[in-house]
């Protein structure tokens, strides 16, 4: 027995830190209950093993060991645990969650992507946009390394059409990316030429924004059950993407410093824009707000507006708004066959809806806080009226053509 206890001392350790640690994040206790029952299954692994502690390597072998003892959701828990465990054993100590594995770039190229982030940052890039230009120049570095590239110097033509129809099925968005890419190295003297037009011209489908009638939003609004906590905080966040066109990100990203109910306003700078932007607080927004924030937002220091809805009571991801977004349009019924039907949707239905009511193209950009011109050619799609007013007569068919088209024609014949 005393054997025993010298052989889990450490583990014990980390095993309660790791139980506190979750009981401060606010975990239920069912949840702990769950969680202390696949800890018990890792203890019996390292007593049975004479182990004197734990680390990632035993994570695995637990797993590949009870992954044919237990039932698929066992099974999962048993992941899961293991997962968070590894996170609090490496020192991170707030956020527990497993994190999709990223590509890495190539140690060889690694420098040269570097200089290129600082690249853009000088421009004033945002932060999405550095992460997409990471992610598709890795693919490309990725691939290169596979074709037994060394130097970015010594990059051909030829390399670059191969990485271009091995990369993924959007083309569009790497042809765009991995252009800027190339056309960094040539400017900066890293390649002698220029090899952003080696990257074949892709045309990206340009689809009508999907919109929705007023009765389906109305509907939609509607059909959210606000007698639950996590309905009030989903109601709150469909408003505000209804009623104001905010973005996900946005709308994940709010503080409790940006609502004023003594002004009665929302104040945020714009995460894709860095554009700051304000609304007037609509009665039912406000009502709505405080009716999440006095009965269903959890205790938390943390600064954000909406937070999970379980533990760790962290803000929300903007994929979650999305995602409940998705999930109300079905659950209401609304038909969405052959059309986007998320919060960019109803950003999309508030834009036309005040293109209905006149109002100008540049007050509809300022109201959805875009930062330029550009992004108007959206709504005056939109605006199918308007186009149509714009139309021209089809003149008469005359000469050669004409006579190509008189047997089709009345009284052709």
């Given amino acids: 027995m005393e054997q025993k206890s010298d052989n889990v001392a450490c583990w014990l ?27 018990n299954k890792i203890e019996r692994f390292i007593v049975d093993h004479g182990l004197t502690g734990y680390s990632g390597e035993i994570g695995d072998r637990v797993l590949a060991e009870t992954k044919a003892k237990y039932r698929k959701g066992n099974q999962r828990l048993m992941r899961t645990v293991v997962c968070r465990l590894n996170d609090y054993s490496l020192g991170k100590f707030e956020i527990l969650h497993m994190e999709t594995k990223k590509a890495q770039c190539p140690k060889q190229f690694a420098e040269k992507l570097h200089g290129y982030i ?5 421009l004033e890039r945002s932060e999405s946009t550095i992460k997409q230009s990471v992610h598709y120049c890795t693919q490309l570095l990725n691939y290169l390394n596979l074709q037994g590239v060394k130097n970015l110097s010594d990059v051909t033509a030829a390399h670059i059409y191969g990485a271009f129809i091995d990369s993924n099925n959007n083309k569009s968005c790497w ?41 389906e939003i109305e509907k939609l609004l509607s059909s959210i059950d606000r007698s639950t906590g996590l309905g009030q905080r989903n109601y709150a966040i469909v408003l505000l993407a209804a009623r104001f066109g905010m973005r996900s990100s946005d709308i994940a990203n709010l503080k409790l410093a940006d609502v004023n109910f003594q002004t009665k306003t929302l104040s945020f700078v714009q995460k894709k824009t860095s554009v700051p932007q304000k609304f007037e607080l609509l009665p039912e927004i406000e009502s709505a707000l405080q009716c999440y924030l006095i009965n269903a937002r959890s205790e938390s220091s943390e600064p954000f507006l909406f937070l999970r809805d379980i533990a760790p009571f962290t803000g929300i991801k903007a994929s979650a708004v999305k995602t409940l977004v998705g999930r109300q349009f079905k659950k209401a019924g609304i038909p969405t066959a052959g059309k986007k039907h998320g919060p960019h949707s109803l950003r999309m239905t508030l834009a036309s809806e005040l293109i209905l009511e006149k109002v100008p193209y540049t007050v509809v950009g300022k109201i959805l806080g875009h930062d330029s011109d550009g992004a108007l050619k959206n709504y005056v799609r939109l605006d199918v009226e308007a186009l149509r007013s714009c139309s021209l007569t089809v003149p008469t068919p005359t000469g050669l053509f004409a006579g190509m088209l008189a047997p089709y024609m009345w009284g052709g014949r």
């Fill in 13 to 39: 350790k980390l095993r309660e830190g790791f139980s506190q640690n979750l009981k401060s994040l606010g975990y239920s206790k069912r949840t702990l209950i769950d969680y202390s029952w696949a800890l």
């Fill in 118 to 122: 600082g690249h853009l940052g000088k």
């Fill in 175 to 215: 042809a765009t990316f991995c252009r800027s890419f190339l056309n960094f190295l040539h400017k900066s003297g890293i390649h002698g030429t220029d090899l952003s037009v080696a990257i074949p011209t892709t045309r990206r489908p340009q689809p009508l924004p999907s919109t929705y009638s007023k009765p």
